[in-house]
């Protein structure tokens, strides 16, 4: 007999196909002479139905051990099912029970959960419906950047976790350190000697991996980084982690406009892949969670996005017939109620907004003509504001420097940056994407907590 998982037995098994199948108990229906289990493997929502006769050897014992949470094997063959609901169940001849589940102190049992409550039993969540379909997903979204990229000839990179220049100049930065801190080495001056710490000098989480992928394409043209970064935002929200995990494609030999094009392709693609290999996860969310979902991902697969300057957002935002909280004037960073007035109310799909003023973006972003404005892109989608922001990088040796020197970022931290701009300088472009806002936004979930399986906020670290 061979062991299946049950979402390939739900989509290709036959009746009378003897399969072994291996999984976790959801719900048991006891009746007279046979009883109903539903077993769930993860592989899928829908569990499989499986019927066990009290004819078969040692029912009574088994039965009773059979409990939502424990985890089982059986063995059997597979019938065309007479309920609704599924059409085809498996009947056990053989059942053996793995660990037993306690009904009294079991904390999943069949009842809706909050998420707040499923948060405190993190370590159990991804049994649940939900869970289980976030986090397939969040699978199939993996899955999709990586094959996406290939496919256009991108190179993964593995960007450092550890870094030594703040380099987004973002604050916000966890330390990385071997100290003792009850007994900080200080220098004469009285501060921390951090060169006697493990590097030599302050160390760092990293908050993006974007200027070791400009080191990479220009060696290998295209790359993208995917992989876990850090901000010690002590913010509260139900957008931002303290670990989260970013893609960042960079491109040599590409504009604001190829830019734009690729966030655009990929974001398509993304949905594209996800609605194809997990229809009925997004049907779930379409139901349960937020029942615009599959119009969105329609409207994301089907529309050209909107593109437009940050001055024009700014005119439109001045001229709407709504009342913002924060002011609106050019100069201003915009807000997230700017941002879902721009995508949610005014253009209905995601827009693209670009050429902000240089005084509210990172240092490497190329200076535009008349020095007011950066190339840089913000991609709002609606339900959930920025999703991606990026940018043409600064490529001229001398604006890059004057840049540093004007916003006061330690230029010497940056020698091997600026170097790029020395040997061979081309203009490049690229941007970064949060892959759980990304989750978030293609199931629906409210809070970025319930998109990442161990998720790290202030004061919490617990799993
Ligand atoms: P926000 O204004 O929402 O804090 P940001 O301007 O700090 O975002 P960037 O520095 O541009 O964001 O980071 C790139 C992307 O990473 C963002 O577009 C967003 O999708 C994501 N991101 C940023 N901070 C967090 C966080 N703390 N948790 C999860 N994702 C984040
Ligand atoms: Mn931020």
Redesign the pocket.
């Known amino acids: 007999m061979e062991t299946r998982r049950v979402a390939d037995i739900l989509k290709n098994g036959q009746p009378e196909e003897t399969v072994i199948v291996k999984g976790w108990v959801r719900t048991k229906r006891e009746l007279k002479g046979f009883s109903f289990t539903e077993v769930n493997d993860g592989s899928s929502l829908a569990g499989l139905q499986v019927v066990i006769d009290s004819g078969i050897s040692d029912y009574d014992t088994i039965i009773k051990k059979i409990n939502t949470g424990a985890s089982i094997e059986v063995g059997g063959k597979l019938v065309s099912s007479q309920g609704k609901g599924q059409k085809i169940e498996l009947q056990a001849d053989s059942v053996i029970v793995y660990g037993e589940a306690d009904a009294e102190t079991y904390p999943l049992q069949k009842k809706r959960h909050s998420f707040e409550f499923l948060r405190t039993i993190n370590h159990l969540r991804s049994r649940t419906n939900t869970l289980g379909a976030v986090f397939r997903v969040r699978n199939a979204c993996s899955v999709a950047i990586h094959q996406f990229f290939q496919e256009k000839g991108f190179m993964w990179i593995h960007s450092p976790i550890i870094t030594a220049s703040d380099c987004?100049g973002?604050g916000e930065l966890f330390t990385v350190t071997n100290f003792d801190l009850n007994n900080l080495p200080k220098n004469a001056t009285g501060e921390v000697d951090y060169s006697q710490d493990f590097f030599g000098k302050p160390a760092y989480l990293t908050v993006?991996g974007q200027l070791q992928a400009e080191v990479m394409a220009m060696a290998f043209q295209n790359v993208y980084t995917f992989g876990p970064t850090f901000?010690a935002?002590n913010s509260n929200t139900s957008?931002?982690?303290?670990e989260?995990w970013?893609v960042e494609p960079e491109m040599a030999f590409c504009d604001l406009e190829g830019d734009q094009n690729l966030a655009e392709e990929f974001l398509k693609y993304i949905f594209k892949y996800v609605l194809a290999t997990c229809p009925e996860d997004i049907e779930f969310f379409n139901k349960w969670i937020n029942k615009t979902i599959l119009a969105t991902a329609d409207n994301i697969i089907n529309n050209e996005f909107a593109r437009i300057t940050y001055t024009k957002a700014i005119e439109i935002l001045e001229g709407a017939d709504k009342k913002f909280q924060f002011p609106v004037e050019w100069g201003i960073d915009l807000q997230s109620e700017h941002e879902r007035y721009l995508a949610e109310e005014l253009f209905k799909k995601p827009v693209i907004v670009t050429n902000y003023p240089k005084e509210i973006k990172a240092f490497y972003m190329r200076l535009d003509e008349g020095e007011k404005t950066v190339s840089a892109m913000d991609v709002l989608a609606p339900g959930i504001g920025?999703?991606?922001?990026g940018s043409q990088r600064e490529e001229r040796l001398d604006v890059l420097e004057r840049r540093i020197q004007e916003t006061g970022i330690e230029a010497d931290d940056l020698w091997w940056y600026l170097d790029l701009r020395r040997y061979g300088t081309v203009p490049h472009a690229g941007f970064?994407?949060?892959f759980?806002?990304l989750v978030q936004f293609i199931t629906g979930m409210n809070n970025?907590r319930d998109v990442i399986p161990f998720p790290r906020t202030p004061l919490n670290a617990e799993f």
Do not use: P, Q, T
């Open positions: 987004e973002a993006s901000r935002e957008r931002h982690l303290a989260f970013m920025e999703i991606i922001g970064g994407l949060g759980e806002r970025i």
